[in-house]
């Protein structure tokens, strides 16, 4: 299947600073991806729909400016979590979607604000 | 809500056993997908169904679907204590542009 990588794979973080995950596509370009989070032993909540080369679609009840997603090419898309605070803490995954195949997760990224 | 649910939300069973899994939807669906995820980590992508199929296999897999029940199932036969995950269905609603609606998962513990 495709591969998918998510970067870093863990970062703690002191409140009130930002923390940028990335999301590569390594094998497949996507023109969309996707933004998860997920908190524990609950199911994956969508939190915006990426595209390459236009402004990312958030879901309701998802802050814009809080979370800065660009999607600068067709295999990278990166979410800002910026000025973060312990309620930011999270497990937060990215999915690309290949035509064919399906969507492919990346590992994800366990975000933890101190 | 196009929130799908899974069930049971718990399952425990024996090596060698066969694990069986149901999800419910509740919109027209395009395809739907299962995904498996161990503790912590990310997704991993097991199946995907269209809607204008009935049953697909792979490996120890088998999976159906019933667009008039709007239901699948998750077949594992011959488990193993390595398939102890999070299991979850994700469907693809018409109109959605491709976004992934999650059920809440069913915990499958394998035991030795």
């Known amino acids: 299947g495709a591969v998918v990588s998510q970067h870093p794979s863990r970062v703690i973080c002191k409140s009130g600073t930002s923390v940028k995950i990335e999301c590569r596509s390594l094998?497949?370009?996507?023109?969309?991806m996707f933004w998860y989070r997920q908190f524990p032993k609950q199911s994956l909540m969508l939190m915006a729909t990426?595209?390459?080369?236009?402004?990312?679609?958030?879901e309701q009840g998802v802050e814009k400016d809080k979370f800065l997603i660009n999607h600068a090419s067709l295999t990278l898309s990166t979410l800002t979590v910026t000025s973060a605070h312990p309620e930011d803490s999270s497990f937060y995954i990215c999915?690309?979607?290949?035509?064919?195949?399906?969507?492919?997760f990346g590992q994800g990224t366990r975000l933890t604000v101190v | 809500s196009q929130q799908g649910e899974e069930d049971p939300q718990a399952l425990s069973i024996q090596e060698g056993e066969n694990a069986t899994m149901n999800c419910s939807y509740k919109?027209?669906?395009?395809?739907l997908q299962w995904y498996r995820q161990n503790s912590g980590r990310g997704l991993v992508h097991l199946i995907l169904?269209?809607?204008?199929?009935r049953e697909k296999h792979s490996g120890r897999l088998r999976v159906t679907l019933d667009t008039s029940k709007k239901s699948s199932s998750l077949l594992i036969t011959a488990s193993r204590a390595a398939d102890t995950a999070s299991y979850f269905c994700?469907?693809?609603?018409?109109?959605?542009?491709?976004?992934?609606?999650f059920g809440k998962g069913t915990l499958l513990t394998v035991n030795p």
């Open positions: 999915s690309a979607r290949d035509s064919a195949l399906g969507a492919f």
């Open positions: 094998d497949f370009q996507a023109t969309t």
């Open positions: 990426s595209n390459e080369g236009s402004k990312a679609t958030y």
């Open positions: 919109t027209s669906i395009n395809n």
């Open positions: 169904i269209r809607s204008n199929e």
């Open positions: 994700a469907t693809v609603w018409r109109g959605s542009n491709y976004k992934l609606t």
